[in-house]
């Protein structure tokens, strides 16, 4: 996915968490990402999403759509020792390697990986949710916010990836997918119990604080 910002605004960007932050770790998973062309979230969003997720002093965070625990490797930061991460992928490779990765990175022991589908991984967290980050296939989106909207504590947070994908969603001729983003954006921008806005960072990530 190439980034919506000018390639040397977005080179800058990654320059500046690479120098505040430095993992081999983190370098083997973006060698990866590049040879196989998986979509991770890269630096600058992963410093955002850790970030977010200190900001709402999130203790417990659902991920729909981990891959091989890219995105997941941030929260797991911002959650520290005593926090959790639920990861969820249909992908059982996907599982194998996250944890191989954040292992490595010192990062697994909190992390609890869901193989099956990302919905029915969050319906099987009990309890309250401080903050859920979608980034499953795009048609999903809707269906993620349904579910997602009374499950997060009042003060958690809704971040989902991709929101502008590649710029598609404010332009006409939307495919399936386009109209899935737009529909669930509207939703979550509609909701009086959010109060939500769109970081434009890579391809555009939705935050949504529940504040009633
Ligand atoms: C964009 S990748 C996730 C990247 C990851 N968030 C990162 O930045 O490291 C999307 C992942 O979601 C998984 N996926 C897509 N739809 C799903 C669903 N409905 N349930 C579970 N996993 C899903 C795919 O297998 C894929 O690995």
Not at 140 to 162: K, Q
Request: with cysteine; glycine share 10%.
């Amino acid at each position: 996915m190439q980034s919506l910002l000018p390639i040397e605004v977005d080179a800058h960007l990654t320059e500046l968490v690479t120098a505040q932050h430095l993992d081999p770790v983190l370098d083997d998973m973006e060698r990866r990402a590049e040879a196989h062309g998986f979509p991770i979230v890269g630096r600058a969003v992963g410093r955002f999403l850790e970030l977010q997720a200190r900001m709402v002093g999130a203790r417990r965070v659902v991920e729909l759509g981990s891959g091989y625990g890219y995105s997941a490797y941030w929260f797991a930061r911002a959650v520290g020792a005593d926090g959790e991460v639920v990861c969820t992928d249909t992908d059982p490779d996907n599982a194998r390697l996250a944890e191989g990765y954040l292992r490595r990175a010192g990062l697994w022991e909190g992390v609890r990986y869901h193989v099956g589908d990302a919905l029915e991984g969050l319906a099987a967290v009990g309890g309250e949710i401080d903050l859920v980050y979608c980034d499953i296939d795009k048609h999903g989106y809707p269906a993620a916010w349904e579910a997602t909207r009374e499950r997060l504590r009042v003060g958690g947070l809704f971040l989902c990836d991709n929101v502008l994908w590649d710029g598609r969603v404010a332009r006409g001729d939307q495919d399936d997918d386009t109209r899935a983003i737009v529909a669930m954006t509207r939703e979550v921008a509609q909701d009086p119990r959010y109060v939500s806005a769109i970081n434009p960072v890579r391809d555009g990530v939705l935050v949504a604080l529940r504040v009633a």
